[in-house]
């Protein structure tokens, strides 16, 4: 140790803080350092022993040094009585030899960009000072690859990894070989997405790759610029010169985990956004990255301590990913410290401070004791006054606006599909999908290689049909390049053959297995959908506390706010359809605010769910029961009479007024579907003489379509529709329907003839077939419901259950939390993005389940009507669950919990504006708790939350000239009083038209200033897209700028958004807008949904064994391994066990029930049992 000494207290009293100069010598700090402490420092021979000062060097770069953290730090320890600080001046530090630098006890010294650390490494071995971080192990920080060993040796989670070392002297370690989805280094395959990462950890260009069934592309990730940490790229090969670390991308929901070491025993953590997911950093009003602290678990703590001790730094950060329910670190960052947090500043210079002393007072003779303070004082969060918390959200979610699905299904026995499908493990389940671009290709290939068979040999043995293969080989070629999202094929084992469907098959049966081969294409979102999408998430944020609220500049986000500091569990899942995947990405762009392309927002934050079953469905192997729904359908609907009386028993048993209304538009079935089949041709006709019009050589339509695409698509539904026997297919009427909608909405300016009366037909014969095709009689409703959905009712069974805190959700601290008021507020959101069938199915199960008695509940009855009521369950249907907590109720108490159920019909369609059936609002007050006037609504009382109050605190004046007012026919929209004011923010109401207002449903409370937000902001989009057919001046009639910026942020974006040009239109189509939210119920408990949700799972379980029973028996004469339904199935379909104590009901708050341990592989990174996992534990 050196043998400097100095004195202890100047004249004043204060401790000294110096900076250290020349030979040596040391000055003191002015008014532009630190602190300005008066005295000399130096060797002074007459200080008494007792006085002696434990100096601490500070030598890093002039930056560091004078950096707000270093400082606040640094005066904090020169609080310790027998402490003084010396900074190392610069100069000194790269112009001096090491023997004329300061002299210390104790030295502070790290690397940064320009520091010899050579230099400072001879320093520590000339004066041997006690070091805070250990210089040698620096170098080794300074190299990803060395930091990886480190971790790897010392037992840390961290992602998959190789290395590719471009070493002329080690060619060992340089085979890279690359393919289109993924990357093979020296053995070890990485399928995008993966991470690159240069081997020195000063170079910070990290690029991430993505899948082309994700869009392709990479996300370049820099050193912080400005605002921007990251940008998007459509390059897709990996860089070529240079060496890397390849690995596995960690799924992290778009969330950072920086962990800030203080010792072994200390370790402070916070969260912010990743700079993967949009490259946009979000900053305070100070212009400071914004971050917040949480709580790390157990394990965690473990982790950073490990990380401390073998890196020997004692302070030192790290980055933790968050992923699967496991922590991983993927870098470590040596010497850092916390920005901004006062905490951290005074527990860093204590712990400091304490260790300097416990290591050097000894030496020096100086009386110091070791303080005993108890560590991690439990903060117990509290609730404010008597409201109900917001604790979960679930929503089911279709996807939204999409060019035209097409299919075509063929049955194949050429002994190249078999093989096909044996390669890619068809026959352990029966069904295969084909996506990726390789797949897609070896089909193609095949439909090539049986085509130029065909035309060398006419009589051949080749049974597919020659246009249906030339159709494959022509689909599969379109665009010029596989994409996933385009196209699949799926292939499904036929054990004897296929059935005969209908006379349109004239072969006899072939004896012996086929597969049926079913090419899917088109069905692609619209930038239109994605517009629905991303406004619908930026609408779903009222739905939270504080959703009125500011944060970094966005309108309308408090939710943000608790998104960032990890009191927002957030969980989104996509069935594996690219619409549906990239419907589910839009709208966690709008419901995020977040930036920039989609295909890292889709990555990151939407977890795919077709392992599991959970939103995915085969529409093609239907069940018994939906083949006899279907050809009872097919019956009545081919006969040439008006329906008769007996017609209307047999398709509408449940009498509901959408489909006998459409029964009476239609009549005789017959005679409309040869008016649809008419009108077709004539359709047909009018586009061939347009592509024979020079004009129209060049005419684009809608997302790139173009006239002879459109023309293929309505010759197949005129071939298709009509079959050979004259009669009718009708299950291609919901394709009709699909393809008029789009044309009417998107291809308008084309002006074709009849197109509105074509609409009109098909959309009465689709308003039959298409929920009818779900179940005709509620039971057959509840079957074929139940195969659809089951695994969806038991996931929201669990997210109910596992709401209540546990160790696995992630906290924010309650010590660090300065600014937040109510640290313990956690919401769990868990939004499913899927198809029409699993929301017609769940909307099913509500319904015809048996949760309530119709007859006994008037709310649940006025539901069902308008349930009746509602023709189409358009794109962006929503059903939405949302439960509260009181924590004022006892545990035990069935009061304690409190669910609601909404319901929105989604994109509002064409000349929907006059029939539209009317609900009650959005969280109306039931008439059981109209009494209760003080509770004004459930939310959470925000008053007492200053950082997450609503910054709106006038109401929002509808301008009279603005065409966002809707129609009253349509549900009103209403100011209470325009000239009201309420501290509470909003004053809108959703009321019905006044012939169906109850007296005991009025909305009123929080949850009214919800609905009015949602049908202000957001919905009535199309009322403002829509006017330039009817007057094409009628956007310039629209109030001025200043005018806008007059209203309301919240009211503001939404205007504002559907005015710009590249969001509300392209070229002639318009963005329809989406129907709020309508509640079903706002008064069932948590019991109460729970026992019907455990009596539906039971039901359908038992129907779905014996399903699974008789596919397994299907096979066990192929000499593949038959289906193992026990290891498969089981987790999904095995009744959920609900025995609980009787001390301790299923609601009951303490520890989540047993059926939620964690069934199923425990190892998250098999592909095949992390479904499994999430799907128990998240």
């Known amino acids: 140790m050196s043998k400097s000494s100095g004195q202890g207290l100047s004249n004043s009293g204060l401790p000294k803080f110096l900076i250290g100069s020349e030979g040596g010598e040391s000055r003191e700090l002015d008014d532009k350092d630190m602190r300005n402490i008066s005295g000399p420092y130096g060797e002074d021979e007459e200080d008494d022993q007792a006085e002696r000062q434990i100096v601490v060097g500070i030598c890093s770069m002039m930056k560091k040094s004078n950096s707000k953290p270093m400082t606040e730090i640094m005066e904090r320890l020169c609080k310790f009585e027998y402490i003084t600080v010396v900074i190392f001046s610069e100069e000194v530090i790269l112009s001096e030899p090491v023997e004329k630098w300061p002299l210390c006890d104790c030295l502070i010294s790290f690397h940064s960009k320009g520091f010899p650390l050579d230099k400072a490494v001879g320093y520590a071995k000339l004066r041997n000072p006690l070091l805070i971080n250990d210089l040698n192990m620096q170098y080794f920080i300074q190299d990803r690859r060395e930091v990886y060993r480190i971790l790897q040796e010392e037992g840390i989670d961290l992602p998959r ?115 993967a997911l949009d490259g946009k950093v979000e900053r305070d009003s100070e212009g400071k990255e914004i971050r917040y602290p949480v709580m790390l678990t157990a394990m965690e703590k473990l982790v950073a301590r490990k990380v401390c001790l073998a890196f020997k730094q004692t302070v030192c950060g790290f980055d933790l990913l968050r992923a699967n329910g496991h922590s991983f670190v993927c870098d470590v960052n040596g010497f850092s410290f916390v920005k901004n947090s006062m905490k951290y500043y005074d527990d860093c210079a204590k712990v400091l401070g304490n260790m300097v002393m416990r290591e050097l007072a000894p030496q020096f003779h100086i009386p110091w004791s070791i303080p005993m303070e108890a560590e991690d004082i439990p903060i117990v969060p509290t609730t404010s006054g008597t409201m109900m918390e917001l604790r979960c959200v679930i929503a089911v979610i279709r996807h939204g606006d999409r060019t035209p699905k097409q299919k075509m299904k063929m049955e194949v026995r050429n002994a190249l599909f078999f093989e096909l499908f044996e390669k890619y493990g068809g026959y352990k389940s029966g069904k295969l999908k084909l996506k990726k671009p390789k797949q897609l290709q ?58 005969k469907a209908s006379s349109e098959e004239e072969d006899s049966l072939k004896d012996g297995p086929s597969l049926l081969l079913v090419l899917k294409w088109g069905g692609e979102l619209t930038p239109a959908g994605r517009v629905q999408a991303e406004e619908l998430g930026r609408a779903f944020r009222c739905m939270y506390p504080g959703g009125q609220g500011d944060y970094a500049g966005f309108p309308g986000c408090g939710l943000l706010r608790l998104h960032s500091t990890y009191r927002h569990d957030l969980k989104i899942y996509a069935s594996d359809e690219g619409r549906v995947q990239m419907t589910a990405a839009a709208f966690a762009k709008g419901l995020l605010a977040l930036e920039g392309e989609l295909t890292p927002i889709l990555v990151q934050m939407v977890k795919s769910a077709n392992m599991n079953g959970l939103l995915d469905s085969d529409s093609d192997s239907l069940t018994d029961c939906q083949q006899r729904v279907k050809a009872r359908l097919h019956e009545i609907m081919q006969k040439n009479k008006d329906f008769s009386e007996e017609d209307y028993n047999k398709l509408a048993p449940t009498g509901s007024p959408s489909l006998v209304n459409s029964m009476r538009v239609i009549a005789n079935p017959v005679k409309t579907c040869d008016q649809v089949h008419t ?55 919901p394709d009709i329907y699909d393809c008029v909608k789009y ?45 659809y959905c089951l695994p969806l009712v038991k996931k929201i069974q669990l997210d109910l259950q596992r709401t209540h805190e546990d160790e696995a959700v992630n906290k924010l601290h309650p010590l660090y939390s300065r600014g937040v008021m109510s640290p313990g507020r956690h919401v769990r959101t868990r939004l499913y993005f899927t198809s029409e069938s699993h929301v017609h199915s769940l909307l099913s199960i509500f319904r015809y389940g048996g949760l309530l008695d119709e007859q006994k509940d008037e709310q649940w009855k006025q539901a069902m009507d308008y349930l009746s009521a509602v023709t189409e ?105 325009e000239s009201n004011t309420t501290s509470r923010g909003l004053a809108y109401r959703i009321l019905p038209s006044s012939s169906r207002q109850s007296p005991e449903i009025k909305p009123s409370g929080l949850g009214s200033q919800c609905a ?100 397994s028996a299907m096979f066990e004469s192929h000499s593949q391994p038959s289906i193992d339904v026990d290891s498969q199935e089981t987790p999904m379909s095995t009744p959920v066990q609900l025995n609980q104590p009787a001390a301790k009901p299923i609601w009951y708050t303490g520890d989540p029930p047993s059926t939620v341990s964690s069934a199923g592989p425990s190892s998250p990174s098999v592909a095949e049992s992390s479904s499994n996992f999430e799907f128990n534990n998240e």
Request: aromatic share 8%; charged share 25%; hydrophobic share 30%.
């Open 1012 to 1111: 009015g937000l949602f049908s202000a902001s957001f919905p009535n989009l199309r009322d403002l897209t829509r006017a330039p057919r009817k007057n094409p001046s009628s956007l310039r009639n629209l109030s001025s700028q200043a005018e806008l910026l007059s209203m309301p942020p919240v009211k503001r974006f939404s205007v504002s958004y559907a005015r710009h040009p590249t969001n509300g239109f392209e070229g002639c189509s318009l963005v329809p807008s989406i129907y709020p939210l309508e509640t079903l119920h706002n008064s069932l408990s948590l019991k109460q949904v729970d026992e019907f949700l455990t009596a539906c799972c039971k039901n359908g379980s038992q129907s779905q064994f014996k399903r699974l029973k008789s596919l």
């Open 161 to 275: 990894y190789a290395v590719l070392n471009r070493d002329p002297d080690r060619p060992e370690e340089c085979n890279l070989v690359e393919s289109e989805d993924h990357v093979e280094v020296n053995g070890e395959v990485f399928h995008k997405p993966f991470v690159e990462k240069p081997v020195s950890a000063e170079d910070h260009n990290v690029y991430i790759y993505y899948p082309t069934s994700a869009g392709g592309g990479s996300q370049r990730l820099f050193r912080k610029i400005g605002s921007r940490s990251s940008v998007y790229s459509p390059e897709s090969t990996v860089r070529k010169t240079g060496s890397y670390i390849y690995e596995e991308f960690m799924p992290t929901d778009g969330t950072d985990v920086k962990v800030y070491t203080v010792g072994p025993d200390y370790a402070h953590a916070e969260a912010r956004k990743s700079p």
């Open 743 to 787: 044309d009417t909405q998107h291809n308008s300016s084309l002006s074709l003839e009849d197109t509105l009366e074509l609409f009109r037909l098909s959309r009465a014969l689709a308003d039959i077939i298409i929920p009818q095709e779900y179940g005709i009689t509620k039971a057959e409703k509840l079957d074929i419901a139940s195969a």
């Open 873 to 977: 369950l358009n794109y962006m249907t929503q059903i939405v669950i949302m439960l509260y907590e009181d924590n004022n109720k006892d545990p035990s108490s069935e009061e304690r919990f409190h669910v609601e159920l909404h319901f929105s019909p989604g994109v509002k369609g064409c000349k929907d504006e006059d029939n539209a059936p009317m609900g009650f609002g959005f969280r109306p007050a039931s008439s059981e708790n109209h009494e209760k006037q003080t509770n004004q609504g459930s939310l959470e009382d925000l008053s007492q939350d200053e950082p997450d109050r609503a910054v709106l605190t006038e109401p929002i004046n509808i301008q009279r000239k603005s065409p966002l007012i809707r129609n009253r026919k349509a549900g009103s929209m209403e100011a209470l009083s």
């Open 442 to 499: 070896e089909v193609l290939d095949i439909a090539r290689q049986l085509l130029a068979e065909l035309v060398l040999h006419n009589d051949c043995e080749i049974e597919e049909k020659k246009s249906k293969l030339e159709q494959l080989k022509t689909v599969l070629e379109m665009y010029g390049h596989f994409s996933g999202i385009n196209r699949k094929v799926q292939l499904t084992y036929l054990p004897n053959g296929q059935p």
């Open 679 to 733: 009108l077709i041709k004539s359709l047909t006709c009018q586009i061939c003489k347009r592509l024979e019009d020079p004009k129209s050589a060049d005419l684009q339509l809608y997302h790139s379509e173009t006239l002879e695409l459109m023309l293929q698509r309505w010759s197949k539904l005129e071939r298709d529709f009509r079959m050979k026997n004259c009669r009718y297919d009708i299950s291609k009427i």
